[in-house]
């Protein structure tokens, strides 16, 4: 049986008390506390999940916050315990085990000492740092509901005015309602909030819907196997993993819908379990494994330099064969990023009576290639700061200033997800090698003469001070100068063969 309460009601004048966020996750907990920051209150987040650091098998990537997401961290003084519980980049050792059990272990990667130092951590421990602020700092400002998931959004009219009602379902079957001033979408990709929106605009122009693009890596499937921690590193047992290690472990099988390799990031807990991530192409054996014996049987043969029953629990075997894993979205983007609810003035002027903003997954998404998903939704909150400073918290400018300023780099974003490094999963390993040739091309070329080439994008994506839209043009420019010094070469080839045919 489902009970009703009405959470929050509208106040006179409450815009700054009066926030609700759909989705608990980096988006949505850093946006709550960029506005607890600037003295909002009355900050509601709805989350589905149970808990900030609830176990996701299907979304246990580790992050590595850079100097984009670390604009958000610095703003909040997070910076320091983020550094705390991560492993930096500058310390970051991988360790290559082949199917013959050799071993090689590597320091990744030359690490540019005029970038910031990016920090390597599991998305739950994140998330897990964002919500401690929130309870340690900020419980007078921000309410975050677990086991909360919003149902359906209304506008109603009121009076000469709109108001937006918003309904959620709690774990016990209750229902809750909110009339927030501002609505925030930081619900992912599934956005139920963008959907919302795409439902009320009639304009035509179809700005909260997705656009999509292709990418090499988009439909990959993706899942983790959980590994005991310092597990056992062969069948003697003498060496074991260590947590800030990185590993790349090479499997046996060279058929192509038989081959996988397990990939391990590194951690800052020594006594926390090992997610080992598996990638592979939709067709992949993997994918068909029904139980534990199966995905034993399975991983014995693809690893024999594993001591597999060792470091695979029977309960993560079966959860492993259970689990659906994920799949490497397309890249997309919507154009829209607000919505403004009007009022009628008394001299027939509109005013914003509410209004609806988008942030994260919400409006972007694409395959983890360059690492952005989290550092982009972090500077997407980051510019919604600066939109809102830039207008003293007013919404009805606030919130198309954060479009406008956020657009250019968000519509970059997504090229440059589909071109920057979508080859490094060895799904088609020909056009992985000529794309190695391409990016160490340019790459060279940006040494020799760097004031004509620009280095290959995924090195510039670093480059934390550059904005997506700013490295977008750089890459395109340096494309159309590779693209004339082919044609000429061709040209002045083909008119010498001539001459000298003649
Ligand atoms: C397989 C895979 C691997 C990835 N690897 C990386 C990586 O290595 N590095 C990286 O930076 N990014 C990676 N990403 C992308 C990254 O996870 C996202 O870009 C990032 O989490 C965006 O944060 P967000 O808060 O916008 O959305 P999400 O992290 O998706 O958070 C949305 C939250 O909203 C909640 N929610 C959704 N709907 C509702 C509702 N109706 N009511 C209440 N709550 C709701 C969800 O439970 C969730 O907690 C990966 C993505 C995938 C799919």
């Not at 130092?117 to 421990?125: D, G, I, N």
């Not at 980051?382 to 918290?393: G, P, R, T, V, Y």
Request: aromatic share 10%; hydrophobic share 40%; with cysteine.
């Amino acid at each position: 049986m489902l009970t009703e309460k009405s959470l929050l009601t509208q106040e006179t004048n409450p815009s700054h008390q009066n926030v609700l966020i759909v989705g608990g996750g980096p988006a949505g907990l850093a946006t709550a506390l960029m506005l607890a920051k600037r003295g909002w209150t009355n900050i509601t987040v709805l989350e589905g999940r149970p808990t900030a650091d609830y176990y996701e098998p299907d979304k246990s990537f580790n992050y590595l916050i850079d100097g984009r997401g670390q604009k958000f961290t610095d703003f909040l003084g997070l910076t320091h315990e983020l550094s705390q519980i991560s492993v930096p980049n500058t310390e970051f050792y991988l360790t290559r085990i082949k199917p013959n059990g050799s071993r090689k272990t590597l320091k990744l990667p030359i690490v540019d000492p005029s970038r910031k130092t990016a920090y390597w951590l599991p998305r739950r421990e994140f998330i897990l740092l964002l919500y401690q602020e929130i309870q340690r700092n900020w419980q007078n400002s921000i309410t975050v509901l677990f086991n909360t998931k919003c149902v359906q959004i209304i506008s109603i009219p009121d009076r000469d005015s709109q108001k937006l009602e918003i309904v959620a379902h709690t774990e016990n079957d209750s229902i809750l309602r909110f009339e927030p001033c501002l609505l925030i979408g930081c619900d992912g990709l599934q956005s139920i909030v963008r959907n919302t929106l795409k439902e009320w605009d009639k304009s035509g122009s179809n700005r909260f819907e997705m656009k999509y693009f292709p990418s090499p890596s988009s439909g990959l499937r993706y899942k983790v196997l959980r590994l005991q921690p310092k597990f056992p590193l062969d069948h003697s047992g003498q060496e074991h993993a260590v947590s800030n290690m990185a590993y790349a472990i090479r499997g046996a099988f060279r058929n192509r819908k038989r081959s996988v390799s397990l990939g391990l990031l590194p951690l800052k807990n020594p006594d926390a379990f090992r997610t080992a991530n598996i990638i592979t192409r939709p067709d992949n054996e993997v994918w068909e494994l029904k139980n534990s014996e199966a995905v034993y049987n399975f991983f014995e043969k693809a690893f024999p330099q594993l001591p597999i029953r060792q470091i695979v629990s029977p309960e993560e075997a079966d959860q492993f064969a259970k689990s659906e894993g994920g799949y490497f979205p397309t890249p997309q983007y919507c154009s829209g990023l607000h919505w403004l609810l009007k009022h009628k003035q008394a001299g027939d002027s509109d005013q914003c009576s509410a209004g609806v903003v988008l942030l994260g997954d919400a409006i972007h998404s694409f395959p983890p290639d360059i690492g952005q998903g989290v550092n982009s939704a972090l500077e997407d909150v980051c510019i919604l700061n600066e939109a809102l400073s830039k207008s003293d918290d007013d919404l009805s400018q606030a919130l198309p200033l954060y479009e406008s300023l956020r657009f250019p780099d968000v519509k970059a974003l997504i090229p440059l997800a589909q071109f920057a490094y979508p080859w490094q999963y060895n799904q088609a390993p020909l056009r992985g090698r000529l794309w190695n040739v391409n990016f160490f091309l340019r790459l060279l070329l940006s040494r020799i003469l760097p004031n004509i080439f620009s280095p290959p994008a995924f090195f510039l994506i670093q480059k934390h001070q550059l904005s997506y839209n700013q490295i977008l043009t750089m890459v395109q420019r340096t494309s159309q100068i590779l693209y004339i010094i082919l044609l000429s070469s061709i040209t002045i080839c083909s008119f010498l063969t001539i001459r000298m045919m003649n």
